[in-house]
């Protein structure tokens, strides 16, 4: 068997209201003064309330940092880090989806390292130690909770990537009650986002692709697909977002140790320069990556076709049911009322080029890849998808 190393979060707490408990939780671990790293929306939403209540009930300073934009910049990574300093903090806790979590990692690296922000980016750079650091997902998507990795724009439209182990949080608290109130395109969106980490881990070229990631993945496209329209079209069924939110986090443990791969690649081009959220970004690349990659990859899509999508069982070989697999994601896509070509989200198509050129750059998801993609693959994919 090939050698492999698995990594994830230390302790994971799975229950409706848990945040509303968060000193009992994590108080102990976090310290006396806490740096709460969320977003403007959620803050206003009301939804913080609970567990910054619970920090303030058990004697907890806690500053809140909540500028966090979708797709975070290096200045409000910046500022979230000088406003934990300010306040000589001794842990961190990022409060909602994954760009306020991707914030609140680098903050507790920063804050509890001093290490320079460009010596981190990059695969294992990053060395820490950090500070104390718990994460409460708001969505079922990115499942940023239990994975190494945190995503920051750089300048109008670059992103880059801080990939480590220490960036696994000491807790991950998944509370269901948080997603309730979701409304149906971000539910749809991150959802099919979740679906794609379990897809691409599955399948991925990379060499620390395992037996326990791709049990994982297979777990998590069973639960995503069994309950991923209930959650749209019942937003308040406690059990399916439950589901939801349990399956994004087994599909991030799945592609935190065995990594995605081209969906990814061609989607942040989408996301950085057009501001597209990300799982739509996914979304909307994905059959059209899946078909490329289908002359390489069919059976391994063969094989999780009826995990997604029990009916599928039926369909006998492999190549046949890896075409179905991809035809029921695109028709999920249209059923959940999401946008499906480029053109939908204001994508011209004389930028397809220049998008082609900067997927590109992403070479540390590219070699993940079961297929080797060149320029003009990813242009005539975009081109596809337009």
Not at 262 to 291: D, E, M, Q, W
Not at 309 to 334: M, V, Y
Request: one cysteine or more.
């Amino acid at each position: 068997m090939q050698p492999f190393t698995f990594n994830t979060t230390k302790s994971i707490v799975f229950r409706p209201g848990a945040s509303a408990e968060l000193a009992s939780v994590a108080g102990s671990l976090l310290g006396a003064r806490v740096l709460f790293v969320t977003d403007p929306g959620l803050r206003k939403l009301g939804l913080c309330d609970k567990a910054l209540a619970s920090l303030d009930a058990a004697g907890i300073a806690v500053t809140v940092f909540d500028q966090v934009e979708a797709d975070p910049s290096r200045a409000t990574l910046e500022a979230a880090v000088e406003a934990g300093q300010a306040a000589e903090v001794t842990g961190v806790v990022g409060f909602g989806g994954g760009s306020s979590l991707d914030v609140a990692k680098v903050s507790a690296l920063l804050l509890g390292s001093g290490e320079d922000l460009d010596g981190a980016w990059g695969v294992g750079q990053a060395k820490g130690p950090r500070l104390p650091l718990v994460l409460v997902p708001t969505t079922a998507g990115t499942g940023s909770e239990v994975t190494p990795v945190s995503i920051i724009t750089v300048g109008a439209e670059e992103k880059r990537g801080v990939s480590a182990p220490i960036l696994l949080p000491d807790i991950a608290v998944l509370d269901a009650d948080l997603t309730l109130g979701l409304p149906a395109a971000i539910t749809a969106a991150t959802g099919v986002d979740a679906m794609v980490h379990a897809i691409e881990a599955f399948a991925s070229a990379n060499a620390n692709n395992n037996p326990l990631s791709q049990m994982l993945a297979r777990e998590a496209l069973r639960m995503l697909g069994a309950n991923i329209e209930t959650v749209v079209v019942e937003p308040g069924n406690v059990d399916a977002r439950g589901a939801m939110l349990l399956g994004s986090m087994l599909a991030g443990q799945a592609f935190a140790n065995s990594p995605v791969a081209a969906v990814h690649a061609l989607a942040y081009p989408i996301g950085g320069t057009f501001h597209v959220p990300h799982g739509l970004s996914n979304a909307l690349v994905l059959p059209h990556v899946l078909r490329f990659n289908a002359p390489v990859a069919h059976a391994a899509y063969a094989e999780i076709a009826a995990d997604a999508f029990p009916h599928l069982a039926d369909i006998e070989g492999g190549q046949a049911r890896c075409a179905a697999f991809i035809d029921a994601l695109a028709d999920l896509s249209k059923r959940l009322g999401m946008q499906t070509r480029l053109r939908e989200v204001d994508i011209p198509e004389k930028a397809l080029e220049k998008m082609a050129s900067d997927a590109m750059l992403q070479s540390r998801l590219l070699v993940n890849n079961p297929r080797e993609m060149t320029e003009a693959d990813a242009l005539a994919i975009y081109k596809a998808a337009w």
